[in-house]
């Protein structure tokens, strides 16, 4: 976690890939049903979490952070739609 720190990547392209992969996985093989659901959990979570970064003390609120992780449920979903079985 550290080396993460020394890099010099936006934090709105760590959100960005880390919801891509988190919606691409489910995206692979689950019904239409069970997608909706997890990924509507996941874009939900990316809110919920971003809200209580309000109460961590060092940590910020920030919108673009949550645009970033919609973004990239978004794009794991288009990735994956070639690709399911």
């Known amino acids: 976690m550290q080396a993460l720190g020394e890099l010099e990547i936006s934090d709105k392209i760590l959100h960005f890939a880390a919801y891509a992969v988190l919606a691409f996985l489910p995206s692979l093989h689950e019904r239409w049903p069970a997608l909706s659901v997890a990924l509507s959990?996941?874009?939900a979570?990316?809110?919920?979490?971003?809200?209580l970064q309000r109460l961590s003390p060092g940590r910020?609120?920030?919108?673009a952070d949550m645009l970033?992780?919609?973004?990239?449920?978004?794009c794991g979903l288009i990735l994956a739609l070639p690709l399911r079985s």
């Not at 979570?45 to 809200?51: A, I, M």
């Open 60 to 63: 910020n609120f920030e919108l």
């Open 45 to 51: 979570l990316g809110v919920l979490l971003e809200f």
């Open 68 to 74: 970033a992780d919609a973004g990239g449920v978004l």
């Open 41 to 43: 959990g996941a874009i």
